[in-house]
């Protein structure tokens, strides 16, 4: 997968970014009232297994005061502009980390300065920051929880190992001193040792510093945790059936921002938002109509372009709403700016209902390169004697599989992160400032309860209603059947009602320009998506009627769920590809294809 290897610390240190944990120095956050503290008594002790329940409320607990004051800071300081800021974190960049991360924290950032900024009355604006940063502080919690349940385990492996290893090169060098010479064969097998021995310190660093990152969170000594596994079904148990429609649908009836619009400017209904919102996603919601989804770099790219121009547009719309005198004019900037916030919190969901299924594509793939170092492993294992050079191969390709796992128990940790959030995002938080100065044990058993209690009700409640649901409104989804969707796509011009900017593609992947030669190895060619299946039988009559080289092949109509709707897209596959002349001629003809 080209788009994501999961780094360990990308999360935790975005959390120190956007909200401030303990880690914080003391002179960087703002003083807070003691009688306004949520924590002031010494941490309590640490008894029995710890879960990913008493990390999360220990993380919230012990951080929210610092994490909040924190927040306060970034969105009030009036010497940092709120576009700086999330400029400031889209260049943040972590190694090897899918720029969707950078565009799902600006969003963040700009609905919390959004909310606080349109109904910034200090007791709201003062749970509101308490809630978010207790939010931001459970995510971090999941990340490192993960990542030292596993270090706890794998750093006892890779200290057996390395001592094993580190013997054998202590015999060479002992055999070097009392020769004073080395054949070429322990030459090599030496500096095969030592460059291995090497990485495996690497590794050994790593989990050890998420060990101690996973301490400063929960205020806990790591040599004294006995950790329980990861575990939580909601996080786990997610059905793929669950379309982004019905965490977006939860989010306008549930989340804060909407009860506040409701307040103070209108009521907000999801198919009014949904509609304003698709008509600035149009073209993502195209490409995942043709099934280019999330490990297609166009489809990563459109949807980064648009979720980050949400996110300045929201600053823009708050910005306009706080500089207006007139109170006439100011009103109505304020129900714009909560239109464009309406648009921000779906484009939040979107975002990380896609990075769910980004973890899972890289899942598959992890497992895969498992599987095959465990057969390669085997399979010297079962030698019965090895030279010198195939030693070093089987302990390299140990420390490669020491290196998958640790990726392996990452993305599982992403996942749970990017569901948690995607929870969150959804409306469901249990979080009160009243929670947060309640005894552990009770803020552990509210997540526990009250948070999958709300999430069976939202899943409930969204299958009775798909149960329900009308037929789709053809005229609502004009974007669906607009012809040349992709060339304007490519060339910058959207047929939304914002302007957006133009994507800079390579000509190879725009709606008509050909295929090179290289486009021969795809297996697919696809010749349009349709709402009916009849629409898909008709569309083939006419190509093979217009295009004779078509008739050589077999059409399929793939029937797919998108985002819980069925279209019906018109393919013709081939193990061996070679469809590069045929699309090319079709495309010559200003005739949709696309090869994948």
């Given at each position: ?168 090169l202590a015999e060479i ?287 409930a409640a969204a299958e ?129 294809c696309l090869l994948r």
């Amino acid at each position: 997968m080209k788009y994501v290897k999961f780094s360990g610390n990308a999360l935790f240190l975005t959390c120190l970014f956007l909200c401030g944990c303990a880690l914080d120095d003391a002179d960087k956050t703002p003083a807070v009232k003691e009688d306004e503290l949520v924590f002031r008594a010494e941490p309590e002790a640490v008894k029995g297994k710890v879960d990913v329940y008493t990390s999360m409320a220990r993380a919230a607990k012990y951080n929210v005061d610092n994490a909040s004051a924190n927040l306060n800071k970034k969105i009030f300081d009036p010497n940092q502009k709120p576009r700086n800021v999330l400029q400031n974190i889209m260049n943040i960049k972590f190694d090897n980390t899918t720029p969707l991360y950078e565009v799902s924290n600006a969003l963040e950032y700009a609905t919390l300065y959004a909310t606080a900024n349109l109904n910034n009355k200090k007791g709201f604006v003062d749970n509101l920051f308490y809630t978010r940063a207790a939010q931001h502080l459970t995510l971090a919690a999941i990340r490192t929880h993960q990542d030292a349940w596993y270090a706890s385990r794998k750093i006892k492996e890779i200290n057996r190992l390395a001592k094993q290893e580190q013997k054998k090169l202590a015999e060479i060098n002992a055999k070097l001193e009392r020769t004073g010479k080395l054949t070429r064969d322990d030459l090599e097998y030496k500096k095969g040792l030592e460059v291995a021995l090497l990485n495996l310190n690497e590794l050994q660093q790593k989990l050890a510093m998420n060990l101690a990152e996973y301490g400063e969170l929960t205020n806990m000594l790591t040599s004294k945790v006995d950790f329980a596994g990861r575990h939580f079904y909601e996080l786990e148990d997610f059905d793929k059936n669950y379309s982004v429609e019905i965490f977006q649908e939860s989010a306008v009836n549930n989340r804060t921002e909407f009860a506040v619009a409701k307040e103070l400017v209108k009521t907000y209904s999801f198919d009014e938002v949904k509609q304003s919102t698709n008509l600035m996603y149009e073209d993502v919601e195209r490409l995942d109509i043709n099934g280019l989804d999330i490990d297609h770099r166009l489809y990563s790219t459109q949807l980064q372009e648009r979720a980050l121009q949400n996110a300045n547009d929201l600053i823009d719309a708050v910005s306009a709403y706080n500089n207006e005198n007139d109170v006439q004019q100011k009103n109505k900037l304020q129900e714009q700016a909560f239109d464009v916030l309406g648009n921000a919190i779906l484009a939040q969901i979107k975002v990380n209902y896609k990075l769910v299924r980004l973890a899972d594509i890289d899942y598959k793939l992890t497992s895969d390169k498992i599987k095959t170092l465990k057969k390669k492993i085997n399979e010297l294992e079962r030698k019965s004697r090895l030279n010198s050079e195939k030693k070093i191969e089987l302990l390299n390709l140990r420390i490669a599989l020491m290196q998958e796992e640790y990726t392996l128990s990452q993305i599982k940790a992403e996942r749970a992160v990017a569901l948690r959030t995607l929870y969150f995002e959804a409306g469901f938080s249990p979080y009160t400032k009243r929670l947060l100065k309640a005894p552990l044990k009770d803020i552990e058993q509210v997540l526990k309860v009250g948070f999958n209690e709300d999430v069976v009700r939202m899943l409930a409640a969204a299958e009775q209603k798909l149960k329900q649901s009308k037929p789709i409104d053809n005229e609502k989804n004009y974007w669906a059947k607009g012809e040349n969707w992709l060339e304007r796509l490519i060339d910058g011009k959207s047929s939304s009602k914002k302007a957006v900017p133009a994507v800079n593609l390579n000509k190879t992947e725009s709606m008509f320009e050909p295929y090179a030669p290289e486009a021969d190895k795809y297996k697919i060619m696809q010749l349009g998506s349709f709402e009916k299946k009849q629409n898909a039988t008709e569309t083939w009559q006419d190509l093979t009627s217009r295009f004779s080289g078509l008739k050589s092949y077999m059409p399929q109509i793939e029937r797919s769920h998108v985002d819980g709707k069925i279209w019906y897209r018109l393919l013709v596959s081939s193990v061996n590809g070679g469809f590069r002349n045929i699309c090319n001629e079709l495309r010559a003809a200003k005739t949709e294809c696309l090869l994948r």
